[in-house]
């Protein structure tokens, strides 16, 4: 069974910074893409980047693009999402997810408790 565990989510001013971390545990994580998503009140699930399962190759929603980077390190089994330059609208809890096969984008099985980001004005 796969487990998801995400940290780091907090209160922050908006300009500022936060990292969130997800600990992957339960099957060779190196062979597997991972995303983050996120959803805020009264809005649907949305995608917010992912990252590769072999040559970091990333992809990031719109929104978020030359603000936020996705990384892994596989040697302890995590992925990061660090985001700069955050605004109000990406208030949100974020997920980490994981797809249920190795090496493919999608569709995303395994889903992690989730993070509060909260960005004040």
């Known amino acids: 069974q796969v487990q998801l565990v995400e940290s780091g989510g907090g209160l922050v001013q908006a300009g500022g910074s936060l990292r969130l971390s997800c600990a992957a545990s339960?099957?060779?994580?190196?062979?597997?893409?991972m995303g983050w998503f996120r959803q805020a009140p009264g809005k649907e699930r949305e995608f917010v980047a992912a990252?590769?399962?072999?040559?970091?190759?990333?992809s990031y929603a719109d929104s978020v693009k030359g603000r936020f980077t996705i990384s892994r390190d596989n040697a302890n089994n995590t992925v990061s999402l660090q985001m700069n330059s955050l605004k109000t609208e990406d208030t949100a809890v974020y997920y980490c997810?994981?797809?249920?096969?190795?090496?493919?984008?999608?569709?995303?099985?395994?889903w992690g408790q989730g993070t509060q980001v909260t960005v004040s004005s």
């Open positions: 339960g099957r060779t994580f190196s062979s597997y893409a």
């Open positions: 990252i590769s399962w072999s040559n970091g190759i990333t």
């Open positions: 997810a994981a797809p249920g096969q190795s090496a493919v984008w999608r569709p995303y099985h395994y």
